[in-house]
Structures are given as C-alpha cells and as structure tokens.
C-alpha cells in the first residue's frame, strides 16, 4: 500500500511565476491536509480539504494560494505570483474518510525554492 | 486546541530508553494526545496516540497521567535513527477539528 505521494519533490520558481504542488493520498484516504515548513520553523497547518471541498483553510493567505482536491486526480496546492518568503517545504497529509481519532500520514514534502 | 509544552531538547545514551515529557495542562476531555515526529526534514511520522489510557504499539508507548495534563513517550530501547523532533499534540476527534497545531517539540539527540 503506497503512502502519501507528493510530487515534485524540488521545484525552483522564479520570482513572479507559479508554482503547482500536488498530492496523491494513501489509498482509501479521502481528506487531505497541507502544512508548510519555513526554513528553521515549525511546521504549520494550511489547508483542509475533502474530495471537492474546502473544510478548512484557516491557514492559508489571503492571496496568491490556493487548493483543490478534485473528484478525480490528486490534490494541487497552487500559489501565484511566488516570492521569495514563499521558499519553504510543502507537505501533504491524509486520512481515512470519517471523523474520530484517525492518525494523519504525511509525504515527503516539496521543496519549493524561489529565486 | 490546547497548547502543549515540551523541553526544547533531550540527550539519551543509545540502548537506553528516551522518555519525553510533553505538558497539557488545559486539555479537555474530547481532545486526544498524539505524538508524531520528524526525522531531520522528511515528513512527520505518525507514533502513537492515546485519550487516557496507556498506549503501546511496536514504536513506543504513551503514558497520560489521570489527571491527563500530562503525557510521556517512551522510546524503549533508542537507536541512533531516533534521533528527531519530537511534537506532542493535542486535538479532538470531531468534524472540523481535523488539523495538527505542531509546537516547537523537544530535538531529542541519541548518543552512541
């Protein structure tokens, strides 16, 4: 059973251009979470999502981000217009469909890097 | 979501069991404690929850106090690939309360 698929693992961006994150959950998995990780800090929650829903995006700004998570296809972070602050690892999480105690599995992360 | 704190950071002899103290003082009794770590900048994994029952599984074990402000991992036996940022986190199990609030953790350092 594979774990949470993120791709790519690196993207470089330069300034002003967009970046496009994607994650494929673990099989069965139908909610979907984004986290990000600035260099040196904590990891903190973006985004919250179910097949063709936005439950939860708290932690999002305001502009240049957004998510989805389609019926079909994997779940795409996009973020417009990049700027160097947005240099930081992206990771995706997932879990079973229901609420309750159910541990969240994270992938690898994407390393975005703009220059 | 209640707020946890962890000692910033730990050293343990390898062979030796790592035991990380984590405090939630303000927990309330829907709210699970988990505990994920995060091994130098791959994704958190997953370790071991609990609501107030001792937990063990082949990774670790949890022990949350009665009183459930406070909580204990306990690596029994820690090899230097143990070595990680370790996050104590607390959340409830119900719609719309889904999301992980990581602290700063405790960097826990297994010596040879």
């Known amino acids: 059973n594979a774990g949470v698929m993120q791709n790519p693992r690196h993207l470089v961006r330069r300034r002003g251009q967009e970046a496009r994150l994607r994650c494929s959950p673990m099989?069965?998995?139908?909610?979907v979470y984004w986290y990000r990780q600035l260099p040196e800090e904590g990891l903190k929650f973006m985004v919250y999502l179910q097949k063709e829903n936005i439950i939860d995006e708290s932690g999002m700004p305001k502009e240049r981000f957004s998510a989805e998570f389609p019926k079909e296809g994997p779940s795409i972070l996009r973020i417009q217009q990049v700027v160097r602050g947005d240099s930081a690892a992206y990771f995706c999480?997932?879990?079973?469909?229901?609420?309750?105690?159910?541990?969240?599995?994270f992938g690898p992360g994407t390393r975005l890097t703009v220059t | 979501d209640a707020k946890t704190t962890q000692p910033p950071s730990m050293d343990c002899a390898e062979g030796r069991a790592a035991n990380l103290p984590c405090n939630h003082s303000t927990i309330s009794g829907n709210e699970y404690v988990y505990w994920y770590r995060q091994i130098h900048s791959q994704g958190p994994q997953y370790i071991i929850h609990?609501?107030?029952n001792n937990e063990t599984n082949e990774m670790a074990s949890l022990i949350i106090t009665e009183d459930r402000k406070s909580s204990t991992l306990i690596l029994p036996h820690a090899t230097l690939r143990d070595t990680a940022v370790y996050y104590c986190?607390?959340?409830?199990?119900?719609?719309?309360?889904?999301?992980?609030?990581f602290g700063q953790g405790t960097r826990l350092t297994i010596n040879p």
């Open positions: 986190i607390v959340r409830a199990a119900s719609w719309g309360a889904q999301k992980l609030v």
């Open positions: 099989k069965g998995h139908s909610h």
């Open positions: 609990g609501l107030k």
């Open positions: 999480a997932s879990s079973p469909p229901a609420a309750g105690a159910y541990e969240q599995y």
